[in-house]
């Protein structure tokens, strides 16, 4: 499969944004799909996913509240509505997927095997 991230841009302290990973080459219904991102200096960390087939979703505690993520299977895409954000919410996203996956796997970014290139998302006055 091959994930194709977009949507990020520039966005003031308490503004929205929605970023689409859309697949190609396979079905994204039948993979685990993460999103994750990664700032400046820091660690790639888990932001949200849902688990194959479910619609069962994941978030992390930063994120929790204000982003949500969504499966479209007739475009063949997964969303991440972002709303309420904040400068510490600036990295640049990425969308992952895998087919392999356990369900209590899905936070970890070193399990997928399949990458969207990332998108970039500033949040700043």
């Known amino acids: 499969v091959q994930l194709q991230a977009s949507g990020g841009g520039l966005v003031q302290p308490g503004g929205s944004l929605r970023l689409s990973c859309a697949a190609s080459g396979d079905t994204i219904g039948t993979y685990s799909v993460g999103w994750f991102r990664q700032a400046p200096g820091k660690e790639r960390e888990f932001v949200a996913a849902?688990?194959?087939?479910?619609?069962?979703?994941y978030y992390s505690d930063s994120v929790k509240g204000r982003f949500a993520i969504s499966r479209d299977n007739a475009k063949n895409t997964v969303d991440l509505q972002m709303n309420s954000l904040t400068p510490e919410d600036t990295a640049v996203y990425y969308c992952a997927a895998d087919s392999r996956l356990i369900m209590s796997s899905v936070r970890t970014w070193s399990n997928y095997g399949y990458w969207g290139q990332g998108t970039q998302v500033t949040v700043s006055s």
């Open positions: 849902f688990f194959r087939r479910g619609y069962n979703a």
